[in-house]
């Protein structure tokens, strides 16, 4: 097993002038699983493929373990990929496609097969051995790529959204046989992911990237708790951040009709700006009930999901209309039509820079 860096690591296609990865600093300790999220051309897939030698890497350096790998071809690098499409030979054996790496590196036949049952045995293929991919469903296919990766015993797991060729059923059971398997198996894990709730379920650490940047790397707890800026806050979630620019008070913000304490520290941050307004995010939980005052939010839609209801609505925020997501109690979800009157709770609130997008204070 081995630790895996990316020093200052870049990548810049020809003809581009802007880097599809630039300067990425992570630390990734060895066993640990660490999933790159963020939106298509984030440059999640680009830092994979650095690291698994399929792009160069115009500046900075890469390293598993103590080795600098930077300029290595890939199969010197002790790392096994599993794709998004499977990449499984289709005129194959499940068996002799879980085994091939093996047979090409010399591996004798009796340790081959030894290695394929075992894996086979981790992910309840044992049965399917004879088969050929074709006769399989999409989530047995995606194992079999997993298999043929675990028998190989690399340093460093490499996956490339596994996942999203799985129908949404799948999808869930399978992230969960990844993880745990990971666990298992205690192999340095990079993930790849569009998805943030596969990110904040499957990860030790997940590092939130947008157009090449890194914007931050922490626990899937801490990332929820302490958004880092206005991306990373609107970002993670499911559903997303309510997040409204309000104009700052004394001691605090004008939030609809009420006055919302902040922390001192982040309106002084604020001022330093030279910023009226700060932006409040508030998670759709966090928000409390009232009979009157606060923000009135015209009710648009109610999604009921059996013990919890989200509300979908519009409030006049600065003279301006805001769209508002509110968790409600599943058995006591508004009409659609009617008007709520939350106001958010002061302990729970998210300060960032308007003018930077930063977090303040704390």
Do not use: W
């Amino acid at each position: 097993m081995a630790s895996v860096t990316f020093d200052k690591a870049t990548r810049l296609y020809p003809g581009a002038t802007k880097p599809a990865v630039d300067e990425l600093e992570i630390e990734i300790a060895d066993g640990e699983f660490l999933v790159l999220v963020g939106p298509s051309g984030c440059g999640k897939s680009t830092s994979l493929r650095m690291l698994a030698g399929l792009e160069d890497v115009n500046g900075g350096a890469i390293r598993i373990g103590d080795r600098d790998v930077t300029h290595l071809p890939p199969k010197d690098r002790d790392i096994a990929m599993v794709f998004q499409n499977y990449a499984l030979y289709p005129h194959m054996s499940v068996a002799d496609n879980m085994g091939f790496a093996l047979k090409i590196a010399g591996v004798n036949k009796a340790e081959i097969r030894a290695k394929v049952e075992e894996a086979a045995k981790i992910l309840d293929l044992t049965e399917y051995l004879d088969r050929k991919p074709k006769a399989l469903s999409g989530g047995q296919r995606q194992r079999v790529a997993m298999g043929r990766a675990i028998v190989r015993q690399p340093q460093v797991f490499l996956m490339d959204e596994p996942l999203s060729n799985l129908d949404a059923k799948l999808r869930v059971s399978t992230r969960t046989q990844i993880a745990g398997l990971q666990r298992r198996l205690g192999i340095t894990t990079v993930y790849v992911t569009h998805d943030q709730v596969e990110a904040m379920t499957m990860g030790d650490r997940v590092a939130v990237l947008k157009d090449g940047l890194l914007q931050q790397v922490d626990t899937p707890r801490n990332m929820y708790d302490r958004p880092a800026n206005l991306f990373v806050a609107g970002f993670i979630g499911s559903p997303a951040m309510n997040l409204v620019e309000v104009p700052i008070a004394d001691g605090g913000v004008k939030f609809g009709e009420s006055l919302l304490a902040v922390p001192r520290e982040a309106l002084s941050a604020a001022t330093g700006l030279r910023d009226l307004t700060v932006t409040v995010g508030v998670r759709p939980e966090h928000f409390d009930l009232v009979e009157e005052g606060g923000l009135a939010i015209t009710v648009n839609v109610v999604e009921e999901l059996g013990a919890d209801g989200y509300v979908y609505g519009t409030a006049s925020v600065g003279g301006a209309q805001q769209d508002l997501v509110v968790r409600v109690h599943g058995r006591q979800v508004p009409e659609k039509g009617s008007v709520l009157h939350v106001v958010p709770r002061a302990d729970e609130i998210h300060v960032f820079a308007t003018s930077t997008g930063q977090r303040l204070g704390e």
